[in-house]
Each structure stands twice: as structure tokens, then as C-alpha cells.
């Protein structure tokens, strides 16, 4: 009897083998997505960046067996504005949101006019979920409380989520649901009022795992989109049971290991699927750590003391235009379609949307301001030309203050949620210029040895800003 039992225990594993063979279509056939977000995780929360004590092997592993950006960068350093970017492959200045946040009674929401990652996958016959953080907009009594805010109007088919991140008083946890009516038709309610529901917060990440993975699988006979837009870190942090007093570096180690986790049951669930190789996985964050409560014993967040994340060696973090508020992880993963790489060459994640549309056979919507990197994360199969990066760097009103091309970069206007500007000064009339490959900590201002390129650099600010007229908040 056993060893019957072993025999068909080993005839449905191969069975299960033999399907998953079936299954996978060839690599470059509209292959699977997997877009992995986090909430303010610094550059320096990684094992693979350098940090000691935070262990990541899952996302280390990512890194090192594919394209590990060196130079991955968001247009703003701070949610609302970023994901923006993220989804539409445009400038914040372009949503009309008028802010870099979204708060839960706004008005403003992302445009259904909007073409977002989601839709463009959509339009090719990809499932499209989401599991996670939306922060894009919420039904509010100033917009009517219409469903045009939340995720299902711009390209998801499901979604299992926050409306806003999980610090509001009245963040909400919410999923898609047909017969559903709260806070409007479509959605129903998991949670209310996070963070004091302990319960749910610290439920969230293997929530979306879970969902995550039930997605794949129900959807590894087509292509598929899956976005995993993680609530943390960010502030309050919290893991589950599991994780809680497990690392070396606190709380904010706890959460990481979660995250890590995550990321590495998503992983076995696309080779457990036998859909590894179809599927592109991009792992990011909308910006850098929240420093400004590094030192904040007594506040909504707890005591916050040493558990916001490192932007290190780059100055600053979130709410602020140094390398610390936006420069993030960006790591590309696609086994046998993208080989190991450290990647010197800058990017964005308004590259996203134009890169992943030409990979997929999406049509690319005029008026994006980013770039099809492809070439950048496989050269031996790519062959284009790169648009040479540029990058221009929003604050809190969505209009550029700073802007990058190749090594250099220039400050018009300093912001920093520390209410510090390390002892400089920027503005229009005298902007600050840096080498920000040779000055990774921004510490030497080289403006006055190049006004060539400091007139440059002014002019193209002068041009991005003038494309967003057109964008004015509703």
C-alpha cells in the first residue's frame, strides 16, 4: 500500500511537471509581470547594498541573478506622486493632483483618461491584479464618492488593499467584490480604521501574498500582471507573529525579513507554476526611508527611534530632492531572457511602463516621459539605442526642483521633511550643481566651475515644467 502511495505520489509530480511544461509559452511571448513596491525603503535596508544586519537572501537573490540598477530612481519622494509615475510612465506634474499626496477626503484622483500599466497589459489579454497599497485617489465627499478613484476604473480586474497608506486614522483595507457596495459599488470593507486594528495591520503582507500567489495560479494558462504594492515599511512598522523579534536590527529587520519572505513565495509560485521563465519580476520602492521620525520617541508612529531605514551612503531621505529621498532599489529579474548584471547605467521607474509595453506588444501611449530600457537590462538581445537618461525631480506641488542628466545634477530649491538643508542653500539665481558619481553624499557644489552646464540644466527644468500647463488640479 505504501509503496502504491509513493508511486502515485511521484506519477502526480511528474504529471504536475509535464503541466507546467505545457503551460509555459516561449519567454518573449507576452510575458508575465510581477511589479513588486515598497513604501519608503531606503537604498541601504539590503543585504546584497551593504547593511549589516538586515537580512534579505530572497531579494539578494533577485538582484544577483538579474539586473541590479546601481543609479534606480523615482521622480518624487513621496507616495502618491511616485505611483503615479510608476503607472503612467508620466511626470507627477502631469496628474493634476496639484500635491505629491493624496489624503483620504481629496478631491483629486488618477485620470481615467490615464493609461496605465494595468491597462495597456489589459488591452493585450493580461489578468491584471493588485495586492496592495493604492494611495492614487479615494471615494471622498468632494469627488462625489466616485469608484473613478480606486483601482478598478484604471485596469485591474482584482484588487486586495489600502485605499491610503495604513497610517490614517481612516485607512481602510479593502477588496474588489462584484456584489460589493462599500465605499461604493464594487468594493467591499476587510478592515477599517488601520492602524488600531492591530490585527489587520499586521496581516497585510502575507495578505497580499497569499493573494498573490492564488493569483498565479489561477492564472498561469494566460499572461498575467500581478502588482504587489507592500504598506511597509513605512511608519508604524509591523510584522507578523512570525517575524517579531527574529532580527538583528529590531522591528524594521522583522518587517524586512516579512517582505523577503514574500518575495521569495511569490518566486516559488512562478516556478512552482512553471511560468518562472515567462515572467519578468521588477522589485522597487516609491521612495526613500522617512528619517524625519528617525529620532521621534512620542508621536502617532509609537516610538519610532532607530526604525526608519537607510538611505546610506546618500544624504537625506523621503520628502527631500537629495539621492536619499529618491534614489531606491531597482532590481529586473527574468530567468534565461536576463542575465546577471550590475548596472551602472542610471534609470527611472517612469522607464517601467515604455519598457514593459515593448516587451509585451502593448501599444506605447504618446506623451510618456520615459524610456524603453531594454537594451539596458539585456544587451546581448536588445540591440536599440538608449535615450540618454534624464531625470527631473519633483516636489511637494509635482513641479520640478532639481533635474539629472549623465553624472550631474542641479538643485533650484532645497526641501527636506528634517527642516535641514545641511548648511546649503539653492535657488534659481544660484542653484547648486553635483557630480553625483564622483559625490555620492551631494557634499561639493561644482556649479561655478560649469555654467555651461548649469544653463543646460536650467533650461531643460524650464522645459519639463512647462509641459505640465495642461495639468492643472481639478
Not at 72 to 93: D, N, Q
Not at 254 to 278: Q, T
Amino acid at each position: 500500500m505504501k509503496q502504491f502511495t509513493a508511486a502515485c505520489l511521484r506519477g502526480a509530480m511528474a504529471l504536475s511537471g509535464a503541466m507546467a511544461t505545457v503551460l509555459a509559452r516561449e519567454p518573449l511571448d507576452r510575458p508575465n509581470v510581477v511589479l513588486i513596491y515598497l513604501d519608503d525603503s531606503g537604498y541601504g535596508d539590503y543585504a546584497h547594498a551593504g547593511n549589516p544586519v538586515i537580512e534579505t537572501p530572497n531579494i539578494s537573490k533577485l538582484a544577483a541573478g538579474g539586473v541590479n540598477f546601481t543609479q534606480f530612481h523615482v521622480t518624487s519622494p513621496a507616495c502618491s506622486a511616485s505611483r503615479y509615475s510608476l503607472l503612467t510612465g508620466r511626470y507627477p506634474g502631469h496628474s493634476g493632483f496639484g500635491s505629491w499626496v493624496i489624503n483620504p477626503d481629496s478631491r483629486p484622483h488618477l485620470r481615467t483618461s490615464e493609461t496605465t500599466l494595468a491597462e495597456g497589459l489589459k488591452a493585450k489579454g493580461y489578468a491584471t491584479g493588485m495586492f496592495g497599497k493604492w494611495h492614487l485617489g479615494n471615494p471622498s465627499a468632494n469627488n462625489g464618492m466616485t469608484p473613478d478613484a480606486l483601482p478598478l476604473a484604471h485596469g485591474f480586474d482584482t484588487w486586495t488593499g489600502t485605499n491610503v497608506s495604513h497610517d490614517y486614522d481612516v485607512a481602510q483595507l479593502l477588496k474588489s467584490d462584484p456584489a460589493g457596495k462599500d465605499p461604493v459599488p464594487g468594493y467591499s470593507v476587510i478592515a477599517r480604521k488601520l492602524p488600531s486594528d492591530i490585527a489587520a495591520s499586521t496581516s497585510l503582507t502575507n495578505r497580499y501574498t497569499e493573494a498573490a500567489v492564488e493569483f498565479i495560479a489561477a492564472n498561469r494558462e494566460r499572461p498575467f500582471f500581478a502588482y504587489v504594492a507592500h504598506n511597509q515599511p513605512h511608519l508604524g512598522l509591523f510584522a507578523a507573529e512570525a517575524f517579531r523579534g527574529k532580527s538583528r536590527r529590531g522591528l524594521l529587520g522583522d518587517v524586512m525579513a516579512e517582505i523577503d519572505d514574500s518575495v521569495g513565495r511569490i518566486v516559488k509560485a512562478l516556478e512552482d507554476n512553471g511560468v518562472a521563465n515567462n515572467t519578468l519580476v521588477i522589485f522597487s520602492s516609491d521612495n526613500g526611508p522617512w528619517i524625519r521620525f528617525e529620532n521621534v520617541a512620542d508621536s502617532k508612529y509609537g516610538d519610532t527611534r532607530l526604525q526608519v531605514g537607510y538611505a546610506q551612503p546618500f544624504r537625506d531621505g523621503k520628502g527631500s530632492n537629495w539621492e536619499g529621498g529618491h534614489r531606491v532599489p531597482g532590481i529586473f529579474h527574468w530567468p534565461g531572457v536576463i542575465g546577471p548584471l550590475r548596472q551602472l547605467e542610471p534609470a527611472s521607474t517612469l522607464d517601467v511602463v515604455p519598457t514593459v509595453f515593448a516587451l509585451c506588444g502593448s501599444e506605447v501611449p504618446k506623451g510618456l516621459d520615459g524610456r524603453d530600457i531594454r537594451p539596458l537590462l539585456s544587451p546581448g538581445r536588445f540591440k536599440e539605442a538608449v535615450k540618454p537618461f534624464e531625470l527631473a525631480y519633483s516636489g511637494a506641488d509635482n513641479l520640478p526642483n532639481a533635474f539629472r542628466e549623465g553624472p550631474w545634477k542641479l538643485h533650484v530649491k532645497l526641501i527636506s521633511q528634517t527642516g535641514s538643508n545641511h548648511g546649503f542653500v539653492a535657488t534659481r539665481e544660484k542653484p547648486l550643481l553635483f557630480n553625483v558619481e564622483e559625490d555620492l553624499g551631494e557634499r561639493i557644489d561644482r556649479a561655478a566651475e560649469h555654467p555651461e552646464i548649469v544653463a543646460r540644466l536650467l533650461g531643460k527644468i524650464d522645459a519639463v515644467g512647462a509641459s505640465f500647463k495642461s495639468a492643472a488640479p481639478r
